[in-house]
């Protein structure tokens, strides 16, 4: 049970801070029933598949179909999906940086223009070129193409979004990296804490001085790095941050 009185001194600091970071992961989408990757639901998606096939640059390589036709399932699962009470209260920050490790556009379907999110992790709703010829294009969740090529260049089309052993986008890194190193405050939401370079974002704002509260049903290794954690659901915990 959470304390209410808590929820209403964090939320007062959320909300008169000038320089808000929103740093979301996998648990912020749970509620829209889209599975995460590492607990939290009753099917993480990493309990069941292997990342190395399914999110690898060698995984596409030695079996490309399957990696297509498993991100299509996700893209169908996501087209089914809508944004939770966490996502519309968080579309009410209008100068807050917002960053996620997400790859679903659930926070822009709450009207969030898609240039105030950062994707550290790219977007499932775009494919792109998998020689980074610099062609990408918006996706049909519902209807998502199978097995092409890019037609700017021939090389392999492929998911819009950030596999192990891959590079952050490079300019999103740095607008999220900046906004964290001048941050009063920043929110963590549903993560593990466990994928880097992108954890590393709260040690950046915590030792930059932000107030840095965590909210996520378990603990994780974040809570050591929070100034204070909520434990408990996104769609529940956020919208009383912004009640009043
Ligand atoms: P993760 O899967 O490693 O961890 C999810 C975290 O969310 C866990 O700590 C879990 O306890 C917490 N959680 C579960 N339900 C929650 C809820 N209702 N409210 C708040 N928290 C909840 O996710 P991560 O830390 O974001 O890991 C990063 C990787 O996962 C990224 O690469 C990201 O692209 C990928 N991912 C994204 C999506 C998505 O776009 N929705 C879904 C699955 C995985
Ligand atoms: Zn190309």
């Known amino acids: ?6 929820l209403i001194d964090l939320g007062d600091r959320i909300k008169s801070s000038e320089r808000l970071v929103v740093f979301s992961g996998a648990g912020l ?30 995984g596409f390589a030695s079996d490309p ?7 299509n399932w996700r893209r169908q699962q996501l087209a089914e999906a809508a944004p939770n009470a966490a996502h519309h209260a968080l579309a009410s920050l209008m100068n807050a940086t917002l960053v996620t490790q997400n790859v679903d556009d659930l926070q822009e379907r709450t009207g969030t223009h898609e240039d105030h999110v950062l994707h550290l992790h790219g977007s499932i709703a775009h494919d792109r070129c998998h020689d980074q010829c610099g062609w990408s294009e ?30 952050l986008p490079h300019e999103t890194w740095e607008q999220a990296a900046h906004a964290c190193a001048h941050a009063d405050c920043m929110l963590v939401i549903g993560t593990s804490g466990v994928v880097q370079p992108a954890a590393s ?44």
């Open 29 to 58: 989408s749970a509620q829209s029933g889209i599975p995460t990757f590492r607990g939290g639901c009753d099917h993480p998606l990493w309990s069941e598949y292997d990342p190395m096939k399914l999110a690898s640059p060698e």
């Open 138 to 167: 918006r996706v049909d969740l519902a209807e998502p193409p199978g097995m092409r090529q890019c037609p700017a260049c021939g090389a392999a089309a492929r998911p819009g979004v950030v596999w192990f052993g891959e590079s």
């Open 65 to 71: 179909d399957l990696v297509i036709k498993w991100y």
């Open 201 to 244: 974002l709260v040690e950046l704002a915590g030792s930059a001085g932000a107030f840095v509260v965590n909210i996520n049903p378990e603990p994780t290794p974040l809570d050591d790095l929070a100034d204070a954690s909520v434990h408990g659901g996104a769609a529940e915990v956020i919208p009383q941050f912004f009640a009043s």
């Open 1 to 6: 049970m959470v304390d209410d009185r808590l």
